[in-house]
């Protein structure tokens, strides 16, 4: 079946620090990729997407690339903020259909993500 | 466009009882799609329905169920409250225009946390 893999955290860091945090993927077929963020209390923002590989996607200056040969999705952000503390999902959604309709998200655990000034 | 709504957003029950939860989705949006959060197991898909059909259903037992009206708008029961459904739990809409639909980009709410006492 269909998994996605990623740290969990917590990870901490100083305000203006690089940040990645890794994601890999099993799944059948070509599958579209996702981060969604989490802040507290809230539900899940769609922070970018990628539908095939090679394809970046990009919001907020976050970024990720779709790596077919290593099935990976990892997220990045040059300079990161205070505000951008909270908790990352990185989500597939396959191409290979059952029953005709759609079989969900599948998500890694979270990143849970705190930036210290 | 106004975003995913859900109703209510905290919901305190006691075991054997059951509850319904209510979500109103994107405008325009014809699949709406259920899922759980809790700490031990993150996010679990429920299920999906689009055009008032459940296209497909996660692992759960039959104690979890639901609905989508004419006018997309979806319900979600779950009768025989546990302990362990205390959860928080997120509907998600999209727009659905390809066949399965499950690769378009699916938008969430900010959840029902319901504590089950």
């Known amino acids: 079946g269909n998994s996605v893999t990623q740290m969990e955290g917590p990870v901490t860091l100083s305000e203006e620090a690089f940040l990645t945090i890794n994601c890999t993927y099993t799944?059948?077929?070509?599958?579209?990729l996702f981060w969604y963020v989490q802040y507290p209390g809230e539900g899940l923002q769609l922070l970018l997407k990628a539908t095939k590989a090679d394809d970046k996607g990009s919001n907020k200056g976050f970024e990720a690339t779709y790596r077919k040969e290593t099935t990976s999705f990892h997220l990045e952000k040059g300079s990161v903020q205070v505000s951008d503390s909270a908790v990352y999902f990185c989500a597939l959604s396959d191409e290979v259909y059952s029953g005709g309709g759609a079989d969900g998200l599948t998500f890694g655990k979270g990143t849970h993500l705190i930036i210290q000034p | 466009k106004a975003g995913v709504t859900q109703t209510p957003r905290y919901l305190i029950k006691t075991r054997g009882q059951q509850v319904t939860l209510s979500c109103s989705p994107i405008s325009g949006h014809r699949s709406v799609s259920w899922y759980q959060q809790t700490p031990g197991q993150g996010l679990q898909f429920l299920f999906e329905y689009f055009s008032e059909t459940q296209r497909n259903k996660g692992n759960f037992p039959g104690r979890f169920s639901g609905r989508q009206f004419s006018n997309s708008r979806s319900e979600m029961n779950v009768s025989t409250l546990e302990l362990g459904d205390s959860a928080l739990y997120l509907c998600a809409s999209s727009s659905a225009l390809l066949a399965g639909g499950s690769k378009e980009t699916q938008y969430f709410g900010p959840g029902t946390r319901l504590l089950v006492l």
């Open positions: 799944a059948t077929g070509y599958p579209s």
